[in-house]
């Protein structure tokens, strides 16, 4: 990368100026080293990789901690049914497997409210089924 010598100036009102501060605090690459907000970092992101594209590695990111999560209930819920199935602590494994789907859709839960907040409330991708049952 060459270094960045050339100044672009633009005017913004104050509403779009806010408006762009805002946004660019959600981007979680957006930051210098201390934390501090890069406004020049990320005007460059929006302008060579399009607005939105921050969002999409966030919900990657956030799919990819659910999927590990699930994962993780997966096992336990083999484990769980396997005693089911073998006749050992039949009433506590019930009650496990019945924990365990409850704490799934707790996990869908919570990746969707971490997407309602990356995004506004706007556009939310659906990622739970909306005839769910309770468990």
């Known amino acids: 990368m ?6 672009i100036r633009i005017r913004v009102s104050e ?3 806010e408006e762009i501060y805002h946004e660019a605090e959600r981007d979680p690459e957006s930051r210098y080293r201390n934390g501090e907000i890069n406004l020049s970092a990320y005007l460059r992101k929006c ?5 939105e594209g921050w969002k ?3 919900y990657r990111k956030e799919l990819r901690d659910l999927t590990y999560q699930v994962r993780k209930i997966g096992v336990n819920i083999n484990q769980t049914v396997r005693q089911l199935n073998s006749g050992y602590q039949s009433q506590y494994a019930v009650k496990e497997l019945m924990e365990l789907m409850k704490e799934i859709g707790r996990q869908f839960e ?5 997407f309602q907040q990356i995004d506004g409330g706007n556009n939310t991708p659906s990622i739970c089924c909306p005839d769910r049952q309770e468990y």
């Open 15 to 17: 509403e779009e100026y």
């Open 110 to 114: 919570k990746t969707k409210e971490r």
């Open 2 to 7: 060459s270094k960045r010598i050339m100044v």
């Open 56 to 58: 999409e590695e966030v």
């Open 47 to 51: 302008i060579f990789r399009g607005g």
